[in-house]
């Protein structure tokens, strides 16, 4: 296996993990108790469980997986060229693959799907394959900084007002607003708990006909973290990052600035909002515009250390267990919904909003027992994981001449 693609699976591996401590507050109840530990209601165990988890997870993981999705679309392109086939074409075919995986995710099971927006993020990222990468790293990070800084004041501003409405002092029209914003989270709250504990074929029903159009807002609502995360994979993959190209000397500074800062501003928000009892609007700015820059930081500061460890770890059984989860991370996703909603949902167990919140990391420890137990024994046998082969399969269209054909690892 190339070095680089057994850096990223390794990093992709600890991501997927961590992209589970989070989603699992998603499976267990409705879309706004990922944002408030006081949703759908107050909860001591569960709001210890949401600060570590904001602190460790929240942004971190899901910013690795989206720097590593863009960096194998390069390697994707890569492997094409090499084998004379068209990259564009194949890389086409491939999202419009991921798309459909995508929305049949939402449809069939849960309403965080982050395969849809990756898709779509993903084809307008590809587009600027070709460009150098020193200038389209900057113009991701510009993108990125000035989409979110740009959002701060109104959220400081929404705050300022929000509490003003909570001590007693809130003009009218404060007041008001204040209201039709938590009349608006009681109803949201309300419609995903009809879903949560609908039978299967009645959960279908209700996601299709109340919301069809629920991955177009998701994707509305992530793309300024999304597109031009992705474009910043694009570019360290070909700035050498993930081959040993930059010296261990840098990647300790960044490791040591990225989780210090980083994580002393993600600490210090959700301990403000605390001490506040997670106001509601307040927390929608602290998950959002506020934690950008923090949960930037510390994606950068996580890469850092696994990018160190992995040339330690790579031979051991640790390293071999994760780098193995790494590339099973599409079977991995979609199976942790799958075994979740199983756990939450109506038609399976329907511990959704049942289980204590704060029993949700042990839920998560079963989740990454199970997502490390199985890929090394398959992929001995098999060579990929089940969706892997199957999106291979499907985005060359079947057997390809044998000149044609990507080594698992290419296909990454």
Known sequence: MPERIGTLDFVRGLA???????????????????????????????????????????GKMRGLFTLLFGASMMLFADAAERRGANPDLL???RLLWLLAFGYAHYALLWWGD????????????????????????????????????L?????????????????????????AEHGAMMGRIAASVAADARVLHAPFLEAVRLRLTTAPLLPLE????TFFETFPLMLLGMALVRLG??????????????????????????????????AQ????????????????????????????VLLLLWPRLKEGAAGRCLAAAGRCAFTNYLGTTLVMSALFAGWGLGLGGV??????????????????????????????????????RLTWWGPAPHHLRPPAADAA
């Open 16 to 58: 997927v993990l961590g992209i589970l401590a989070i989603n699992v507050t998603g499976f267990w109840g409705p879309l706004l108790a990922t944002f408030s530990p006081a949703i759908p209601c107050p909860d001591p165990a569960g709001a210890l469980w949401f600060v570590a988890a904001y602190v460790l997870f929240e």
């Open 91 to 93: 890389q086409a075919r």
């Open 114 to 149: 982050i395969l849809f927006p990756y898709a779509v993020c993903g084809m307008l990222a590809f587009c600027f394959r070709r460009l150098a990468p020193e200038p389209l790293a900057a113009s991701a990070l510009l993108l990125f900084l000035a989409s979110h800084v």
């Open 151 to 175: 959002a701060i004041p109104g959220d400081i501003a929404f705050i300022g007002s929000e509490s003003r409405v909570l001590a007693g002092h809130g003009t009218p029209a404060e007041a």
């Open 218 to 221: 998701n994707l509305g609502a």
């Open 241 to 274: 990052l993930f081959t040993g190209g930059w010296e261990a000397r840098t990647l300790r500074r960044i490791a040591v600035i990225g989780i210090g800062a980083g994580g002393a501003m993600s600490a210090g928000l959700i301990g403000w909002a605390a």
């Open 277 to 304: 009892g997670f106001p509601a609007g307040a927390m929608f700015a602290v998950m959002g515009s506020l934690a950008a820059i923090p949960h930037l930081l510390m994606t950068f500061g996580y890469l850092a």
């Open 355 to 392: 289980l204590p919140r704060g029993a949700l990391p042990l839920v998560v420890l079963g989740g990454w027992a199970l997502m490390l137990a199985w890929p090394e024994w398959w992929l001995a046998r098999f060579g990929q994981g089940p969706l892997e082969a199957l999106w291979r």
